[in-house]
C-alpha cells in the first residue's frame, strides 16, 4: 500500500501537477475564475435546482405533464462525456475519439451498435456536445430522461431529439437569465456553496508574495457581489471586504469570448448596477465585458507573466493558452475522490502488469509453435511425395501434438485476456459504476485527460491547494521525457 502523503508530505490528492513546466517566481498576475473555481458549488443540490426549474419551463412550453415526476440523478453522468444530440446518445471517448462506451437513455448500446455507429473510417465527433462543465451535468441529465422517456413512451413528445436539445438549452438560458436559479443560490448560499477556508490564507500569501490578483467571471456584477461576499466574508483580518483582494475585477467577461474578441470595458456603477463607457486604467472599480488584448495592454502585463485559473477546460483553458499564451491551471474537483481511489487501486495495475507479462511470453511461445508446424507442414508434403511411410507417419504424429500445444496456449492467452479485462472493468467501477475513471478510457487515456495534457501548465484539485506551495516554486513537469527516455524494463 502506498501512502497518500510523498515525501513532499503534501497529501497526493492537493497537490498541483505540472504538463507543462512552469517558474512561478515569473508570474506577475494570478487571474480566477469565480464559479466552481474560487466559489465550488455543492453540486448535488445545485444541480438539482437547475434540473428542477429548467423542467418546470418544459412543462409550461407544453410537454407531457408527467415529466414533472423525473428526478435529478446525481450519480449517472460524469464530466468529460460527449453528447450527439442528434441521435440521443451519451458518449465515453478515448484521446484518439475512439467510442468506448455508451447510453442511449439509460440502455447501454451493444458493442457492435457502437462499432456501427461510430467507429467507423471518416467518423467525425465535431459537432458532438462536451460535458466539460459541472453546470452542464444538470442539462445533459435531463436531457438523458428526454430520451429514455421516449423510448418508454414513442410519439408522446413529437420532436427529433436534436429539437428537444435545442428547447433544453434555450429552457436553461432562460432559467438563468430569469433568475429562477440565481435568486435560489443568493437566498440560501450556504445550500448550494462549499466555503474554502483556506481561500483567503492562499489569496494573501500570493499578494504578499508581490504578485497581483485578478478577478475574471462570466457572471454578472451583482451576482458576483453576492458570491464573493459570502465566499470571502471576514475570512482575513486585514481585508473587509471581498474587493479588496484583487487589483482588478472583471464581471460579464463571455469567455472564451474575452479571449478572442474585441468587446470594450464598461465601468460598473457600484450602487446601480449600470455600466459606463470607460477608456484607461483597470483600476478601482469592477468592470463588464472587455477582452484579453486590451486587458494586457491596460494593465501592463501580458503573455505567460499571466497565470489563469478555472475550472473550464474550453472556456478558462484552451483560448486563454492558446491565443493569448497565457500560463494555465485546471481546477479538477474530481481528483480529491479520484486520487485516493487511484492509489487504492494499485493491486488491480500490478496484477494487470503480471499478466500482461506473461501474455507476451505466450504469445512468443506461440509463434515458435507456428513455426515449428509451419516447418513440419512443409516436411510433411516432402515426405507424401517421396512417399516414406515412416516419415510420413512421424511427422504426423508431430504435427498433432504441435497442434494440441498450440490450442492449449491459445485457450490460455483468452483466459488471460479476459481476466485483463475483468480486471479492467472491476477497476474502473471502483470510481464510477457506469464511465469508470474521469481521465481514462481502459488503459488509455480518455480524450478529456488528452486535452488536459494539452491545454493545462498545471492542474489540481482546488485553488487552496496553492497554500502548499512556495509562490517561487519552479514547477517541473515530467512529460518532457520521452518514451524511450523512461525509466524501467
Ligand atoms: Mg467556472
Not at 437569465?177 to 440565481?182: L, N, Q, R
Request: proline share 3%; charged share 25%; with cysteine.
Amino acid at each position: 500500500m502506498i501512502s497518500s502523503k510523498p515525501k513532499t508530505g503534501i497529501p497526493k490528492q492537493n497537490r498541483i501537477f505540472v504538463n507543462r513546466s512552469l517558474n512561478f517566481g515569473n508570474i506577475k498576475l494570478v487571474g480566477f475564475d469565480m464559479d466552481h473555481t474560487l466559489a465550488p458549488y455543492n453540486k448535488e443540490s445545485f444541480e438539482s435546482l437547475s434540473f428542477q426549474k429548467t423542467l418546470e419551463k418544459f412543462i409550461e412550453a407544453g410537454y407531457p405533464q408527467e415529466l414533472s415526476t423525473f428526478t435529478y440523478k446525481h450519480n449517472f453522468l460524469i464530466r468529460g462525456l460527449m453528447v450527439d444530440k442528434e441521435r440521443g446518445n451519451v458518449l465515453k471517448v478515448d484521446s484518439h475519439k475512439y467510442v468506448k462506451d455508451a447510453y442511449h437513455g439509460y440502455k447501454r448500446l451493444t458493442k457492435e451498435e457502437r462499432q456501427t455507429l461510430y467507429n467507423q473510417p471518416g467518423f467525425n465527433s465535431q459537432n458532438f456536445i462536451t460535458v466539460d462543465t459541472f453546470f452542464a451535468l444538470s442539462e445533459v441529465q435531463l436531457f438523458v430522461d428526454l430520451v429514455q422517456y421516449n423510448s418508454d413512451n414513442p410519439g408522446r413528445i413529437s420532436k427529433s431529439f436534436s429539437e428537444i436539445y435545442k428547447d433544453l438549452r434555450k429552457f436553461i438560458d432562460a432559467s438563468h437569465a430569469d433568475g429562477s436559479i440565481k435568486n435560489e443560490v443568493l437566498r440560501f448560499p450556504e445550500k448550494y456553496l462549499m466555503k474554502d477556508k483556506h481561500l483567503a490564507r492562499t489569496l494573501v500569501r500570493l499578494i504578499d508574495s508581490g504578485k497581483r490578483l485578478f478577478l475574471l467571471t462570466n457572471s454578472q456584477y451583482a451576482y458576483t457581489q453576492s458570491i464573493m461576499s459570502y465566499v470571502l466574508h471576514q475570512a482575513h483580518e486585514d481585508f473587509d471586504s471581498w474587493q479588496d483582494y484583487w487589483d482588478y475585477i472583471i464581471v460579464g467577461a463571455s469567455k472564451p469570448g474575452f479571449f478572442t474578441g474585441t468587446q470594450p470595458f464598461f465601468e460598473v456603477q457600484e450602487h446601480s448596477g449600470l455600466l459606463k463607457v470607460h477608456s484607461g486604467s483597470l483600476t478601482n472599480a469592477a468592470f463588464f465585458g472587455g477582452n484579453a488584448r486590451l486587458f494586457e495592454s491596460l494593465t501592463g502585463f501580458s503573455g505567460d507573466e499571466i497565470l489563469y485559473v478555472g475550472d473550464h477546460i474550453y472556456g478558462d483553458i484552451i483560448r486563454s493558452k492558446g491565443v493569448l499564451n497565457w500560463r494555465t491551471m485546471l481546477i479538477i474537483k474530481e481528483l480529491e475522490e479520484e486520487i485516493p481511489k487511484i492509489e487504492n487501486s494499485l493491486s488491480y495495475l500490478q496484477s494487470m502488469d503480471e499478466i500482461l507479462e506473461d501474455k507476451e511470453a505466450l504469445d512468443e511461445e506461440l509463434q515458435k509453435i507456428r513455426s515449428l508446424k509451419a516447418a513440419t507442414r512443409r516436411q510433411l508434403q516432402r515426405a507424401y511425395q517421396t512417399g516414406d511411410e515412416k516419415k510420413i507417419h512421424n511427422l504426423e504424429t508431430s504435427d498433432n501434438r504441435l497442434e494440441e500445444r498450440l490450442n492449449n496456449n491459445k485457450k490460455l492467452l483468452k483466459t488471460m485476456e479476459t481476466r485483463i479485462k475483468d480486471l479492467i472493468e472491476e477497476r474502473e467501477k471502483m470510481f464510477h459504476p457506469i464511465w469508470g475513471e474521469l481521465m481514462k478510457v481502459g488503459l488509455e487515456r480518455s480524450r478529456f485527460a488528452h486535452q488536459v495534457c494539452n491545454y493545462a501548465c498545471l492542474y489540481s484539485s482546488g485553488v487552496s491547494n496553492l497554500r502548499y506551495y512556495s509562490p517561487y516554486k519552479k514547477f517541473t513537469s515530467l512529460l518532457e521525457k520521452l518514451p524511450h527516455e523512461m525509466h524501467g524494463k
